[in-house]
Nanobody, 126 residues
Framework: QVQLVESGGGLAQAGGPLRLSCAAS????????MGWFRQAPGKEREFVAA????????FYADAVKGRFTISRDNAKNTVYLQMNSLKLEDTAVYYC???????????????????WGQGTQVTVSS
């Protein structure tokens, strides 16, 4: 069993940066594809970014491409989401997730991920 804990959320200024971390425990996630998702009030959970096991391949939603960067440190069993040039519409609860069935590839579908964190709130203000 894998436990995921997100941190780094909070209040940020529009145009500013914020860095989220997702620390895993219970077992190593080094062979798992990992993803970040977000959910705004009244909306469905949506894909943000994904990364393969080595970090050599990443994929982003169009809404965040060029502003967000997903990365991982397998030695620390941690995945990161660097968010720059934040916009008001980035306000949401951000979740990290692990996909134990994928290693070299990744999915954008939430229901294909096996483990989820509890989420961390990101609020962007003007």
């Amino acid at each position: 069993q894998v436990q995921l804990v997100e941190s780094g959320g909070g209040l940020a200024q529009a145009g500013g940066p914020l860095r989220l971390s997702c620390a895993a425990s219970g077992r190593t996630i080094s062979s798992y594809a990992m993803g970040w998702f977000r959910q705004a009030p009244g909306k469905e959970r949506e894909f943000v970014a994904a990364i393969n096991w080595s970090g050599g391949s990443t994929f982003y939603a169009d809404a965040v491409k060029g502003r967000f960067t997903i990365s991982r440190d397998n030695a620390k069993n941690t995945v990161y989401l660097q968010m720059n040039s934040l916009k008001l519409e980035d306000t949401a609860v951000y979740y990290c997730a692990a996909d134990r069935s994928r290693s070299t590839s990744y999915s954008v579908r939430p229901n294909e991920y096996d483990y989820w964190g509890q989420g961390t709130q990101v609020t962007v203000s003007s």
